[in-house]
């Protein structure tokens, strides 16, 4: 394939776009303009989606695009960029949706050829995307629709060669269950789990995408970059050791101690002898075997569990990280780590988000206790806080939509609106979308990301957590944590760190470089412009993540978002905890939309539109 010799370097120039309702598939050029504007991964992929959508692209028709986009510094040998960015119109939420993970599946798409690819149309039979070397097959895929994901990697890899990344779904993307996933490379699995991309995916029959190449991406200074990568993966792995030993659930008890970890469907403060046994500590303790990394990654937080006998075996493979710990162990009670394996393994199988379906397991137990669903609901399952094996069956149920699990399956909004009885209290959610596991109580600038982030209630949408830690951004004169509690501020803080956000998604880079500290604006910048020509400076960098995010806020407003939607579930605000506060959200907000140039409806402006070349 010839890579585009006017193409900036660090890209191949094309964009595969695949129509499964015709079986067509064409190349389109990459814009030059547009690559500068936005960068890469799920910015670059946001302009798609807006230009080729308009309000009335319902998620599930055909013409909705599911797009998988990598940046210019996949497959350059960057630390930390084994990643690509998928986009999307959520079923779940209705509104904008990005999902990003790791693996090593966005680098042999780069190397088989192509930046990105954009899928639309619906298969009238379930199939696969082959792509190898540039080289496009449309294949059938009857004989992996119904297994799960490891089987289908491990099928995929059998029929086309052991070297060959599969984005799949499970079962319960093939029936489109609103919280369904895609998951990559079997079972060491790496997930886009967020928002429902798998029940997309499933809507267009598409049973995976597998992928391959040996092509070598273009880098504009490559002994430069060779240099700095010889400086700089030292100093990560020294940064993120404690990451690598224990993994992201390593600062369980700490976070438990902050009050920044959920439990019991976010109303308990106190769980310390709990936090300890499912933490990350406790888990190489016991059920570890093994850790792996992303392409491109000196951290390897990837964990390997083993478990071998009793009533949670067997489980073999990627194990829980903290997110899927705090979904499935603290916030439902539960605090036997192998039951969470357990759970995390069948979640990972049937193509599930950990994270949602701990949210809707949580809010089913407290609908359980308080007498508005019972046990012929639940299929038989006596569903009480705490119970491991109630868990796991519930998770089962969710995956093949059965009794009540057929209604938790599109997340914990819906299950509400149909169950009534003021359950909407306890359906945790920001529009639509069941939040990341720390506490807004405990972090102010959470409360913010929660409410505006263009996803919903994400922690990734501004990683500000660990800024109000120990972390800093010298370059974006955050030169010291700040105060976890203090308003005065902290709407500025927190968009900066939106905006820095979003370059990560755009380079694509892993968001635990900044939270462990590793990775400053400023190397970002300089790892960008040795793979690229760009030449860009700090002020051009942070103008692309901050017209990102107001690309993605436009996309939202169009589909009737506004500051009514620009709200955390009354839990955070009505629930006060030891250690904690209740954000003052409307101050919060006014401040936000200030600073970020929105009306007082949380509008862009068009005075902001047009600074920002949209």
């Known amino acids: 394939m010839n890579w585009g010799i006017s193409m900036y370097k660090g890209y191949t120039g094309k964009i595969l776009r695949v129509d499964l309702g015709t079986t067509k598939t064409r190349i389109q050029e990459l814009?030059?303009?547009?690559?500068?504007?936005?960068?890469?991964?799920?910015?670059?992929?946001?302009?798609?989606?807006?230009?080729?959508?308009?309000?009335?692209?319902?998620?599930?028709?055909?013409?909705?695009?599911?797009?998988?986009?990598?940046?210019?510094?996949?497959?350059?040998?960057?630390?930390?960029?084994?990643?690509?960015?998928?986009?999307?119109?959520?079923?779940?939420?209705?509104?904008?949706?990005?999902?990003?993970?790791?693996?090593?599946?966005?680098?042999?798409?780069?190397?088989?050829?192509?930046d990105g690819i954009i899928i639309s149309g619906q298969a009238d039979r379930p199939v696969y995307i082959f792509i190898n070397d540039g080289d496009i097959h449309i294949k059938d895929a009857g004989h992996l629709w119904g297994k799960d994901t490891y089987e289908t990697h491990?099928?995929?890899?059998?029929?086309?060669?052991?070297?060959?990344?599969?984005?799949?779904?499970?079962?319960?993307?093939?029936?489109?269950?609103?919280?369904?996933?895609?998951?990559?490379?079997?079972?060491?699995?790496?997930?886009?789990?967020?928002?429902?991309?798998?029940?997309?995916?499933?809507?267009?029959?598409?049973?995976?995408i597998a992928v391959t190449g040996t092509q070598r991406i273009p880098i504009a200074k490559p002994d430069e970059l060779k240099a700095l990568q010889k400086e700089i993966v030292p100093h990560i792995v020294g940064m993120a050791a404690a990451l690598s030993k224990f993994g992201t659930a390593g600062g369980i008890m700490n976070y438990e101690e902050l009050g920044n970890l959920p439990h019991k469907n976010w109303t308990l403060s106190d769980w310390k002898e709990g936090a300890k046994k499912i933490?990350?500590?406790?888990?190489?303790?016991?059920?570890?075997?093994?850790?792996?990394?992303?392409?491109?990654?000196?951290?390897?937080?990837?964990?390997?569990?083993?478990?071998?006998?009793?009533?949670?075996?067997?489980?073999?493979?990627?194990?829980?990280?903290?997110?899927?710990?705090?979904?499935?162990?603290?916030?439902?009670?539960?605090?036997?780590?192998?039951?969470?394996?357990k759970a995390n393994e069948l979640c990972n199988r049937y193509g599930l988000d950990t994270m949602s379906t701990g949210a809707a397991i949580s809010f089913a137990m407290e609908a359980f206790e308080k007498g508005l669903i019972n046990i012929k609901d639940t299929g038989g399952i006596d569903l009480?806080?705490?119970?491991?094996?109630?868990?796991?069956?519930?998770?089962?149920?969710?995956?093949?939509?059965?009794?009540?699990?057929?209604?938790?399956?599109?997340?914990?909004?819906?299950?509400?609106?149909?169950?009534?009885?003021?359950?909407?209290?306890?359906?945790?959610?920001?529009?639509?979308?069941?939040?990341?596991?720390?506490?807004?109580?405990?972090?102010?600038?959470?409360?913010?990301?929660?409410?505006?982030?263009?996803?919903?209630?994400?922690?990734?949408?501004?990683?500000?957590?660990?800024?109000?830690l120990n972390n800093t951004q010298p370059e974006l004169d955050i030169v010291e944590p700040m105060d976890k509690h203090q308003v005065k501020g902290k709407a500025e803080f927190t968009i900066k760190l939106q905006n820095l956000m979003c370059m990560f998604d755009a380079l694509v880079m892993c968001k635990f470089a900044h939270a462990s500290g590793a990775i400053k604006a400023g190397q970002m910048l300089k790892f960008l412009n040795l793979v690229t020509d760009f030449d860009m400076d700090l002020e051009e960098f942070m103008l692309a993540g901050e017209r990102t995010f107001n690309l993605q806020r436009q996309y939202n407003t169009r589909l009737g978002i506004s500051r009514k939607d620009d709200i955390i579930h009354p839990r955070f605000l009505t629930l006060e905890r030891d250690r904690d506060k209740l954000p003052p959200i409307g101050q919060l907000l006014s401040d936000y939309y200030q600073i970020r140039g929105w009306s007082e409806d949380g509008v862009p402006t068009p005075s902001t539109i047009a600074r920002l070349g949209l």
Not at 397 to 416: F, H, P, S, T
Request: include cysteine; charged fraction near 20%; proline fraction near 4%.
């Open 31 to 114: 814009d030059q303009q547009i690559a500068r504007q936005f960068v890469g991964g799920s910015s670059l992929a946001t302009k798609f989606l807006y230009d080729e959508t308009g309000k009335d692209t319902a998620p599930f028709s055909p013409e909705n695009p599911l797009i998988f986009m990598t940046g210019p510094l996949t497959s350059s040998g960057v630390p930390c960029t084994g990643r690509h960015e998928i986009v999307f119109r959520s079923p779940l939420t209705d509104i904008f949706a990005r999902s990003g993970v790791g693996g090593k599946w966005g680098v042999e798409l780069k190397k088989a050829g192509f």
């Open 154 to 208: 491990a099928l995929l890899q059998d029929e086309l060669g052991g070297k060959v990344s599969a984005a799949t779904i499970g079962p319960a993307g093939e029936r489109m269950a609103r919280i369904a996933c895609i998951a990559h490379e079997g079972s060491h699995a790496r997930v886009a789990g967020r928002c429902g991309a798998g029940a997309v995916m499933g809507s267009k029959k598409l049973k995976a």
């Open 279 to 341: 933490s990350g500590q406790e888990m190489a303790r016991t059920i570890l075997t093994g850790r792996y990394s992303c392409m491109h990654c000196p951290i390897g937080c990837g964990r390997i569990v083993k478990v071998a006998e009793g009533p949670y075996s067997l489980v073999d493979g990627g194990g829980p990280e903290y997110e899927s710990i705090a979904a499935l162990g603290s916030n439902c009670l539960v605090d036997n780590l192998e039951a969470i394996a």
């Open 384 to 468: 009480k806080w705490g119970d491991a094996a109630a868990m796991i069956e519930m998770v089962k149920k969710i995956a093949e939509g059965k009794d009540i699990g057929l209604l938790l399956g599109d997340g914990v909004k819906r299950a509400a609106q149909q169950l009534g009885n003021n359950s909407i209290e306890f359906a945790v959610h920001v529009k639509g979308l069941e939040p990341s596991y720390h506490d807004p109580r405990c972090f102010f600038s959470q409360a913010i990301s929660y409410a505006t982030t263009n996803r919903g209630a994400c922690h990734n949408g501004s990683q500000s957590h660990s800024c109000e």
